[in-house]
Antibody, heavy 120, light 111 residues
């Protein structure tokens, strides 16, 4: 059974850097084609894809946020870390970690999400 | 503004059939698979349809997906109260080095 859980600060100040960790179980980056991504949702708004990292360390970023995002993985710890710099209050919302079982496929398993508030 | 276009709302009475449309372009829906997600208020989204029409294990066959050209549709037959949720379409987009694009979401109300 695949599970993912997000962790990180609940509150960050404007211009600060947000670091989120996704800890997962039930699969491994040693399996070809798997990936883990991040998706966010501001209150009352649509889903927005942020980034994705595959088993072979191939990384994909949202073009509009690419300059501010870094995604990395720790295969031994079963973790993925997302770093987002220069946070803005409009980026307040829930951040989800997701599993993808093959390249360019659907996000089949979602974490419960973690709420991040950007405010001074 | 979302890359994929969905109607903001849809509704139907219990037992009825409703469809939700998703419009895209030649760089996303036309050449890549469409996936649909269901989000019950207050919960994380859940994969509902993948690769245009495939249902994950556990998803009732009341839910069906289709695609034609640059558009896709989600149909829900035999509408039930528990189907009241937000529905999002998504697809990979081959522009700008590849990215995932979502629709703006459709809020389904069961009357």
């Amino acid at each position: 059974q695949i599970t993912l859980k997000e962790s990180g600060p609940t509150l960050v100040k404007p211009t600060q850097t947000l670091t989120l960790t996704c800890t997962f179980s039930g699969f491994s980056f040693r399996t070809t084609a798997v990936g883990v991504g991040w998706i966010r949702q501001s209150p009352g708004k649509a889903l927005e894809w942020l980034a994705l990292i595959y088993w072979d360390d191939d990384k994909r970023y949202s073009p509009s946020l690419k300059s501010r995002l870094t995604i990395t993985k720790d295969t031994s710890k079963n973790q993925v870390v997302l770093i987002m710099t220069n946070m803005d209050p409009v980026e307040t919302g829930t951040y989800y970690c997701v599993h993808i079982k093959e390249v360019f496929s659907a996000f089949d398993i979602w974490g419960q999400g973690t709420m991040v508030t950007v405010s001074s | 503004q979302s890359v994929l276009t969905q109607p903001p709302s849809a509704s139907g009475a219990p037992g009825q059939r409703v469809t939700i449309s998703c419009s895209g372009t030649s760089s996303n829906i036309e050449i890549n698979a469409v996936n649909w997600y269901q989000q019950v208020p207050g919960t994380a989204p859940k994969l509902l349809i993948y690769k245009n029409y495939q249902r994950p294990s556990g998803v009732p066959d009341r839910f069906s997906g289709s695609k034609s050209g640059t558009s896709a549709s989600l149909a829900i037959s035999g509408l039930q109260s528990e189907d009241e949720a937000d529905y999002y379409c998504a697809a990979w987009d081959d522009s700008l080095n590849g990215q995932v694009v979502f629709g703006g979401g459709t809020k389904l109300t069961v009357l």
